[in-house]
């Protein structure tokens, strides 16, 4: 009897502790925007907490790990000079879902309004956006700051470039007509060493995709790394021309195809910027000379580009490439599963991992992020790593919208869309099509691989070397290099790429 008084006291005593604490936590948060300019387009309104100065609040990481910049954002209009947009405790954020849940400590403040929905970077040119702000969170007191949108990005410019260091960018006319906008194509290129020597001669190329969204400047980064530099003017090294394309499309990264929502990346990359390449750098007019290479997005636009213009390269060097077999989209059978977020065991599906297999975010986690990212709340227009392969792989919807595969929110797989990525899905478009493909691919396919890619990778990559094996007229000669241990594109940059010129130049007539 005694006991169980006790135990009501001490109950009673706990919740009333609880709704005390609660109580005494509990703030008001208010952060006003003010804009100096008027700037009559929708966008949305992102404003960025981060705990270090390293770089300015509004590069958001977009790289949902446990340090991710806490982002609140709201869809506008568009701003007038003198507005006041308000930030309450009803605004929606990642990874809090409320400002009142911002932990205490020592934050720098920024806000963007981004407004270029041609770009699908928060920090497209022309955007404008704040000063950054210090605050310091205490844990109990008001939060109460006030933001000047008072600063504009620079219109965009090509870098400065080097004597075997050019960047170039052409006006699109199908992109053009296709978004009723000016669109353009950029590109790096790195020339050969003896370039200059014969203002006749032509040379290989080497078509370079970068990772998700790697834009065209990073040619810049591989001219300036001293490894490369003494590879790259070594007279023994082979005379090829390397061009960095850009992954840069509204919606994320074109992967430089045709696609629903992107456009028609694909014909503007290969019936328009190809020829002004060719003429503007000597290259060979021939596809025995044309090669393309590339890891992670780069791996699968390499393999795609080489299985769909069969005819256009002499061959595709891929490493970690995403998801070339759509029952293992990362981890996700977008056929048969019913969900994208949770496994038939009632457990969150993992999107990334460290090579000993921990996971270190999950799909839904990601999702989430690139929800709060793109406009409407949905990660359809993100132009993160899984709103740009549902731009690509995706259908248009009839008001001209991009579909989702899943719901944003709950991960319930869409089987009518999911049908309609078939025709992506590159180890069933090989099978299906091997009869004609498979002669014009002989000799072509250098795949790459990790057997612990961070991203699940490897599981979609042994389902399509298991389908190439399985080929009989004529029989597949893929080669694979599978490493143990290894996780994503994890290699030396310098030293493979000196070994896949080589065996480039083996191919050359």
């Known amino acids: 009897m005694h006991s169980h008084f006790t135990f009501a006291i001490l109950l009673i005593a706990f919740t009333m502790s609880q709704i005390f604490v609660k109580t005494a936590v509990a703030k008001s948060v208010s952060v006003k925007m003010t804009s100096s300019q008027t700037l009559q387009k929708e966008g949305r309104l992102h404003l960025i907490f981060s705990s270090s100065m390293e770089q300015e609040p509004r590069l958001y990481s977009a790289w949902p790990t446990k340090n991710i910049e806490p982002l609140f954002s709201q869809d506008l209009s568009g701003l007038s000079k003198g507005q006041s947009i308000t930030f309450d405790a009803s605004t929606k954020g990642f990874p809090f879902d409320s400002l009142t849940d911002l932990p205490p400590g020592k934050w720098y403040v920024q806000a963007i309004y ?31 700051l006030a933001l000047s949108l008072n600063q504009r990005l620079p219109q965009e410019t090509l870098p400065d470039g080097d004597t075997f260091l050019k960047f170039v960018k052409m006006p699109s006319q199908l992109l053009s007509e296709f978004w009723g906008a000016d669109m353009y194509l950029r590109a790096g290129i790195i020339l050969p060493n003896s370039y200059y020597d014969n203002p006749l001669k032509d040379f290989p190329v080497i078509f370079n995709i970068g990772g998700y969204h790697a834009r065209y400047d990073r040619a ?22 390397i061009v960095f394309l850009d992954g840069e499309a509204p919606l994320g990264d074109s992967y430089q195809i045709d696609s629903a929502n992107n456009g028609p990346y694909g014909k503007a990359t290969w019936q328009e910027f190809l020829p002004y390449l060719t003429k503007q750098f000597n290259l060979v007019d021939n596809a025995n000379s044309r090669f393309v290479t590339g890891c992670s997005t780069g791996g699968w636009v390499s393999l795609a580009l080489q299985t769909y213009y069969p005819d256009l390269f002499n061959g595709a060097w891929s490493f970690s490439a995403d998801g070339v077999d759509f029952k293992y989209f990362q981890l996700v059978d977008i056929y048969q599963d019913e969900n994208a977020f949770v496994n038939e065991n009632g457990m969150q599906r993992p999107s990334y991992r460290a090579k000993d297999g921990e996971t270190i975010f999950s799909i839904k986690h990601e999702i989430m992020m690139e929800n709060q990212m793109g406009k409407h709340g949905s990660f359809a227009y993100s132009g993160g790593q899984w709103g740009g392969w549902n731009a690509v792989f995706g259908p248009k919807l009839d008001d001209g919208s991009p579909s989702t595969i899943w719901d944003p929110l709950t991960g319930e797989i869409d089987k009518t869309i999911a049908t309609q990525w078939t025709k992506y899905d590159l180890r069933l478009y090989t099978e299906k099509n091997w009869q004609t493909l498979g002669p014009k691919l002989q000799g072509k396919l250098n795949i790459w691989m990790g057997d612990v890619d961070n991203f699940y990778l490897n599981n979609a990559m042994h389902l399509y070397q298991e389908m190439l094996n399985a080929q009989k007229e004529p029989i597949s000669d893929a080669k694979f290099t599978w490493v143990r241990g290894a996780g994503h594109c994890d290699y030396k940059q310098v030293p493979m790429l000196e070994t896949i010129m080589t065996q480039m130049q083996q191919r050359l007539p």
């Open 114 to 144: 981004d407004s270029d929905f041609l770009d699908s970077r928060i920090n497209s040119p022309l955007n404008i956006y704040s000063d950054v702000v210090e605050y310091i969170n205490d844990g109990s007191s008001d939060m109460s």
């Open 220 to 241: 810049q980064d591989l001219y300036e790394n001293k490894p490369f530099k003494k590879f790259w003017l070594n007279p023994d090294t082979p005379q090829m021309v």
